[in-house]
């Protein structure tokens, strides 16, 4: 099987390959278990055998119509993970930053960068969002119909385009006192001339690019907006429910049935049910809060594949190899 980083490709043997648009491949191996021949060890992943137009690449001997397990990662940054069927293909590739996994060689400048399913933004006052996308100039998306999508040239499908100014002050104590697990997000001002009130009954999203890279393309960090915490009356007898539908790319078919739910008066929320879920946010931010890590003895670990276990404060969620246990300790003052 081959593999590679941007481009992954696999026949008997499988190639896998994987594409990095910065092109860094510096200490990037390969895990595979599962109808291989051999089995990787886990304190020796399998070095690239080179580099080519795409991306990094592997060759690796696999059972024709078996079941490929296969981990890539550079120490404890885990790039890609998956399970493949070897009898529906002999190459694969995969791109850094993106979950699928290509058959054919994929155009790496058509590949959306970013995507709408992530929620890394939280609109935190009338005028200000907090993010953790990366970039000089921020833009924010709108569509009433629920239409926007990623493509490889960005952010598409909207109604509604601004452009978000970053305050080099960043966030207000009050509000990072309010969200403790969003310190050291980013500020975004919205233009005193938006409708807010319109807007965050929208769809929404966040890209950002670099404009030292405009001259040869733009690279778009797609986030979508938290809007839960956007427009909570301080009275909690409303929290904005119904005032939209999800994205039509994957749940227009349910619009119909969405619609006459959303416009029961019985599936409105009470203030107790509003105020619930607010002390729900309450510990979970609290959760987010922490600051946990890998355990120092697994940290030096001789197991290269422990050592990839995270933990991302910002969404909360644990990422550890699989057939690995990981231990992680909060950290304590």
Known sequence: MGASLGDKRMPLPLLQRIGRRDKNYDSWGLHVWGDVRDVTQWDS?????GVDDFGCYWDVDVS??????FLIHAGREKEFEDVMDTAKTQSI?????????????PDLASI?????????????????????LEG???????????????????????????????????LPAKVVEKFPHIAGYKALRVPPEAD?????????????RDCKALSSREFHDQVVLDQNTCKLRSSYETNNF???????????????LMKRLLAD?????????????????????????????????????????????????????????????????EARQ
């Open 136 to 170: 000089d100039r921020f833009f924010l998306h709108a569509c009433g119909e629920a239409k926007l999508n990623v493509t490889g040239r960005g952010v598409e499908g909207g109604s509604v385009k601004l452009e978000l100014k970053e305050d080099i002050q960043g």
């Open 265 to 329: 008066p019985k599936n409105v929320p009470s203030k107790d049910q509003i105020l619930a879920a607010v002390e729900n946010l309450k510990e979970l931010l609290k959760i987010r809060s922490l600051q946990l890590s890998l355990h120092p003895i697994q940290m030096t670990s001789r197991d290269e594949l422990v050592k990839a276990s995270t933990f991302d404060a910002t969404t909360g969620t644990f990422s550890v190899p699989a057939r690995t246990t990981a231990v992680f300790v």
């Open 242 to 256: 119904g005032v939209g539908l999800p994205p039509k790319a994957k749940n227009g078919s349910k619009w119909p």
């Open 93 to 105: 590739w995969v791109v850094s930053d993106y979950r699928d996994v290509f058959t054919e060689k």
């Open 45 to 49: 992943p399998l070095a690239p055998g």
């Open 112 to 132: 959306p960068r970013g995507e709408l399913g992530l929620a890394r933004a939280l609109w935190v006052t009338e005028d200000l969002l907090a993010a953790t």
């Open 196 to 208: 807010t009130k319109g807007l965050v009954k929208c769809q929404l999203a966040l890209s950002s």
């Open 64 to 69: 024709e119509g078996g079941e490929l397990q």
